[in-house]
Nanobody, 115 residues
Framework: QVQLVESGGGLVQPGGSLRLSCAAS????????MGWYRQAPGKQRELVAS???????NYADFVKGRFTISRGNAKNTVYLEMNSLKPEDTAVYYC?????????WGQGTQVTVSS
């Protein structure tokens, strides 16, 4: 059974930083495409960043230069380092795994950027 458990969300001031973690079980982060989506109230879920098994990363234009996706193979965890946060980054952030065409989701973690 695959489980993706996010953590690290919270309230942060504009310009601040957060690091989200996605602890995976039942699936190896090193051999599957993993990434992050987010969903703000009243908006559709949108891709934030992804990383393939080969190490290729992809970022949404609105986070390029500010967010970094990485993985820790020993801990089987995917990370999203978020810097220079803006109020418009406020959303629920979801970890996902793409396993042979099936998308698996975590439960999400709330990120709120506000002064």
């Amino acid at each position: 059974q695959v489980q993706l458990v996010e953590s690290g969300g919270g309230l942060v001031q504009p310009g601040g930083s957060l690091r989200l973690s996605c602890a995976a079980s039942g699936i190896a982060v090193s051999t599957n495409t993993m990434g992050w989506y987010r969903q703000a109230p009243g908006k559709q879920r949108e891709l934030v960043a992804s990383k393939t098994s080969g190490g290729t990363t992809n970022y949404a234009d609105f986070v390029k230069g500010r967010f970094t996706i990485s993985r820790g193979n020993a801990k089987n965890t995917v990370y999203l380092e978020m810097n220079s946060l803006k109020p418009e980054d406020t959303a629920v952030y979801y970890c996902y795994a793409d396993r042979s065409g099936d998308t698996l989701w975590g439960q999400g973690t709330q990120v709120t950027v506000s002064s």
